[in-house]
């Protein structure tokens, strides 16, 4: 059974370029949350997306959007990249109230 | 606002000790603790989760301690060994409806010297 799977792993993007992150989630998981990660820091959740449909969304602002598909996979992308954007990009699946496997991240650079 | 603070920052063990790791939380709507451990270059892995309705939950070598009343709970790593050397956070998540993001606590790197 594969897990999270994430990608890329890593990508450097140039200031004011856009970006967009997938995941896909563990078989028979219906929930995918974003979460971005500085270095040294916990991970701050952007949002999550359940049914094709943003269901929370954290403080981050209107740059990041997302999508999921019907097959669950879901999309993180961002616009307008700042330098402030580099980070630890980590997609976390779960099923209802039962906890979130997280994938292996994708580094993102903005240079 | 931090509503999970986690200490301490960084702790180094010897092989075989105890290692304890401290959150507090301020939402008390809070009704799911998970921990998770992440190693250099990986994505957070679960490692044990509780609810408050138990004050205490064990899986292998890992504890989890639970005080409600204090809005604490604290992450025991029993006969600690190198491999365990990590960064390990506490979060939590609730508050009713469909609010199930994972609020982390800072991390916690744990170094067990051989």
């Known amino acids: 059974d594969a897990g999270v799977t994430q990608s890329p792993t890593h990508l450097i993007k140039t200031r004011g370029q856009q970006v967009t992150l997938r995941c896909s989630p563990k078989s028979g998981h219906d929930t995918v949350s974003w979460y971005q990660q500085a270095l040294g820091q916990g991970p701050q959740f952007i949002f999550q997306?359940?049914?094709?449909?943003?269901?929370q969304r954290g403080n981050f602002p209107d740059r990041f959007s997302g999508h999921q598909f019907p097959n669950y996979s879901s999309e993180l992308n961002v616009n307008a990249l700042l330098l402030g954007d580099s980070a630890l990009y980590l997609c976390?699946?779960?099923?209802?109230?039962?906890?979130?496997?997280f994938g292996q991240g994708t580094r993102l650079t903005v240079v | 606002q931090q509503q999970v603070k986690q200490s301490p920052q960084s702790l180094i063990v010897q092989k075989g000790g105890i290692s304890i790791i401290n959150c507090a939380y301020e939402n008390t709507a809070f009704d799911y603790f998970p921990w998770y451990q992440q190693f250099p270059g990986k994505g957070p892995a679960l490692l044990i989760a509780i609810r408050p309705d138990v004050s205490e939950k064990k899986e292998g070598r890992f504890t989890i301690s639970f005080n409600k009343s204090a809005k604490q709970f604290s992450l025991h790593i029993m006969d600690s060994q190198p491999g365990d050397s990590a960064t390990y956070f506490c979060?939590?998540?609730?508050?009713?409806?469909?609010?199930?993001?994972?609020?982390f606590g800072k991390g916690t790197l744990l170094t067990v010297n051989p």
């Open positions: 997306y359940y049914e094709e449909e943003e269901r």
């Open positions: 979060a939590a998540s609730g508050g009713g409806g469909s609010n199930y993001k994972l609020t």
């Open positions: 976390a699946s779960s099923l209802g109230r039962r906890g979130a496997f």
